[in-house]
């Protein structure tokens, strides 16, 4: 019997299954997100606790408003990662299409036509950070069809049918789903080509490589500089944004891009690290619901050192 034989009949049972959920009405489609949501949140013990924990510490560290309900903030961050979920399939099988008219740019985003022309002048990519906030999957195709080039986006491996699913939605950009681990060399020539590259930067980076302990929401944190070394070995600009959702639209706001200078220059590898946690830090007081809680975000190995990251 040939391994994981399961893998296509699943496969496809859930493709089936999200398709017929992407023909429901929005307002019911949505609904069901929520529903989903809500289960999630009252029958993952273990994530809710994360997640309300999370919370009360950061307001405990005065990173939030005292009066912020944490349950409450907790179920409406549960009930947006099933409103994700639900879109994300909607995004798969129906397309930018079905969100048309409900996305909007905001911030920055004046300034990212130029580093699109600028990389296809210069041959050196530019490289996109978000986090999981709002529809963050959306983000990963509005952006680039709004600007006009084709992003490859950087994910974690989460086991082959998840990877099978999450590679399908994250190729919407156009480009190609590029697995963390292993993928260094594909970055690189994808930015040294002039390319696109977009990935998350908010979860905790527990093996150490490429990390450095700076201060998130009050907390140490250790924080990724895979991102940042890429842009310093290639001179790629970086370019952080946040998804949010306002009523039954999406905003998707750009801070200023960072530039690295010449050279490995650590300072401003952790510089640029801890400004962007500062970045999301500020993102999540405004929305605190629109974040992704129920992740283990502050877990650190005991014997890591502060600032003692591998650039």
């Known amino acids: 019997m040939k391994p994981n034989h399961w893998l296509r009949p699943a496969l496809w049972a859930i493709l089936a299954l999200s ?5 429901l009405p ?18 993952g013990r ?13 307001k405990d560290n005065g990173a939030l408003d005292q009066d912020l309900d944490v349950a409450a903030t907790a179920r409406k961050s549960f009930e947006n990662l099933g409103r994700t979920a639900i879109e ?10 079905y969100f048309e008219g409900r996305v909007e740019m905001a911030g920055a985003a004046g300034g990212i036509p130029a580093l699109v022309e600028e990389a296809g002048k210069t041959g050196r990519g530019v490289i996109f950070l978000t986090a999981h906030a709002g529809n963050w999957e959306l983000s990963t195709a509005a952006v680039p069809a709004r600007f006009g080039f084709k992003v490859s986006v950087v994910g974690r491996s989460q086991g082959r049918l998840s990877n099978e699913i999450l590679g399908r939605i994250r190729s919407k950009g156009g480009g190609q789903f590029i697995f963390k681990d292993g993928g ?42 895979g991102p940042l070394r890429l842009a310093a070995k290639t001179g790629a600009p ?53 974040w992704m809680w129920s992740h283990r975000r502050w877990k650190m190995p005991d014997n890591h050192e502060e600032g003692h990251g591998s650039p």
């Open 88 to 97: 994300s399939f909607c995004l798969l099988h129906r397309g930018l299409g």
């Open 46 to 58: 273990r994530r809710r606790e994360i997640a309300r924990d999370n919370i009360q510490k950061a």
């Open 19 to 23: 398709w017929t959920l992407s023909l």
């Open 26 to 43: 929005r307002a019911l489609a949505l609904a069901l997100g929520d529903l989903g949501g809500l289960l999630f949140h009252a029958l």
């Open 238 to 290: 970086v370019v952080p944004f946040f998804c949010r959702r306002q009523g039954d639209r999406h905003v998707i706001e750009f801070s200023p891009h960072l530039t690295p200078p010449p050279g490995n220059d650590r300072d401003w590898l952790l510089d640029s690290a801890q400004k962007l946690n500062d970045l999301l830090a500020g993102f999540i007081r405004l929305h605190p619901d629109q």
């Open 184 to 225: 260094a060399v594909a970055m690189l020539r994808l930015l040294r080509s002039g390319g696109f590259l977009g990935t998350l930067f908010d979860q905790a980076d527990i093996v150490g490589t490429g990390a450095a302990k700076l201060t998130f929401m009050g907390r140490p944190a250790l924080t990724t500089l």
